[in-house]
């Protein structure tokens, strides 16, 4: 291992954004990955992390365990699934690593987990780690604060047909900043589903559209629709690695942070 490099271990090495992380790993400046997971049933488990990966041999063995995988990791970055998360957060605050959340749809039951874990060790979650998704979170909150309710708010999100939960974590963040600008609950604004005769559109209510197909990495508008005009704001992902580079930013921000669960926000400054 080089010397000084910050030592990253990835759980959930082999999936999609597990192999961009891995990239963005190699492009960061004094970072280098130190350990690697998949599931138990992977046909990469045993075999070096770069075969699992796509690329050069990395020394790295490819393992089921977090805890084995945390052995020389000095941070951990997570995307795997929610059915793993708790897991790895165990294996994490064992090892007083830590770590970086990026995986979505977890459980009431894993959010009270992962809030009881940042007691021990600092946590950065976020439902997108995307710089400029994170920039609009803010732009969104303050649109809404701006905005009354004669403007209808609407979230729309697009991914590839492969993604379980709906509407995307990125999704409801946004939802949720509209919500903190209007001062109100998106609990109480929220509405998720449109089928037969629905009438007129609750005054207030936060709407979230969902689309899934092919091979859409992310796309995340919001629509404030007024009488007379309508505003958009939008961020599209192209490349997943624009995901990556942000949570091995977050990484970088997070060792030698106090206990907490911090945000992208946080790693951002804003």
């Known amino acids: 291992m080089a010397e000084h490099s910050l030592q990253i271990a990835v759980l959930g090495v082999s999936g999609r954004m597990g192999r961009a992380l891995v990239t963005a790993i190699d492009e960061a400046a004094g970072a280098q990955l130190s350990g690697a997971t998949a599931s138990a049933n992977s046909r990469w488990l045993g075999k070096d992390a770069g075969d699992a990966t796509g690329s050069t041999r990395r020394d790295v063995?490819?393992?089921?365990?977090p805890a084995v995988a945390l052995r020389n990791a000095q941070v951990a970055i997570d995307f795997t699934l929610p059915e793993a998360t708790a897991a790895n957060l165990a294996a994490c605050v064992a090892a007083r690593c830590p770590v970086v959340i990026g995986t979505t749809g977890h459980s009431e039951a894993v959010r009270a987990q992962i809030a009881a874990a940042?007691?021990?060790?600092?946590?950065?979650m976020a439902p997108n780690m995307s710089l400029g998704v994170n920039l609009l979170l803010k732009?969104?909150?303050l649109a809404a604060?701006?905005?009354d309710a004669d403007y209808d708010i609407e979230v729309f999100e697009a991914h590839h047909r492969n993604k379980k939960d709906a509407p995307s974590g990125t999704a409801l963040a946004l939802g949720a900043a509209a919500a903190d600008g209007r001062d109100v609950k998106l609990s109480d604004a929220a509405e998720y589903s449109r089928?037969?005769?629905t009438g007129a559109r609750q005054r207030g209510s936060i709407g979230f559209s969902v689309f899934r197909g092919g091979d859409v990495v992310g796309d995340h508008t919001v629509t404030f629709a007024g009488i007379g005009e309508r505003i958009e704001l939008t961020h599209r992902a192209s490349d997943r690695l624009a995901f990556a580079r942000g949570a091995v930013k977050a990484a970088q921000w997070l060792v030698g942070k106090s206990p907490g669960l911090y945000s992208m926000q946080d790693v951002l400054g804003f």
Do not use: M, Y
């Open 61 to 65: 063995t490819v393992e089921a365990d």
């Open 118 to 124: 940042a007691q021990s060790i600092p946590i950065v």
């Open 139 to 141: 732009l969104v909150e």
């Open 145 to 147: 604060s701006k905005l």
């Open 195 to 197: 089928h037969g005769n």
